[in-house]
């Protein structure tokens, strides 16, 4: 089992930028494919991002590409979305989850394992 939490969130101008961190604790992180989803008000969960155990590998919702960036870091069990050219639409709760298939990039929720609380990013217009 791994614990999941997530910090970083918070309230920035459009075009801004954020960086979230999903700290883990539990079994060990590189066991798991890690992954960013986010619900808005009023909107089912949706996936961001994605990256594999060992971080060569990533994949990423059509609406983020080259804007966020996924990444990890095992020897410190956190894994990162560094959010730029932030936008209204991408306010929401972001969440940080955990997938113990290591062989794919799992790109829906259903397909992981353990959630962290979720962490609030407002984008202000």
């Known amino acids: 089992q791994v614990h999941l939490v997530e910090s970083g969130g918070g309230l920035v101008q459009a075009g801004g930028s954020l960086r979230l961190s999903c700290a883990a604790s539990?079994?060990?992180?590189?066991?798991?494919?890690m992954g960013w989803f986010r619900q808005a008000p009023g909107k089912e969960r949706e996936f961001v991002a994605a990256i594999s155990w060992s971080g060569g590998r990533t994949v990423y919702e059509d609406s983020v590409k080259g804007r966020f960036t996924i990444s990890r870091d095992n020897a410190k069990n956190t894994v990162y979305l560094q959010m730029n050219s932030l936008k209204p639409e991408d306010t929401a709760v972001y969440y940080c989850?955990?997938?113990?298939?290591?062989?794919?990039?799992?790109?829906?929720?259903?397909?992981?394992?353990?959630w962290g609380q979720g962490t609030q990013v407002t984008v202000s217009s």
């Open positions: 989850a955990a997938d113990s298939r290591l062989t794919v990039l799992n790109v829906k929720s259903g397909e992981y394992d353990y």
């Open positions: 539990g079994r060990p992180f590189s066991s798991y494919t």
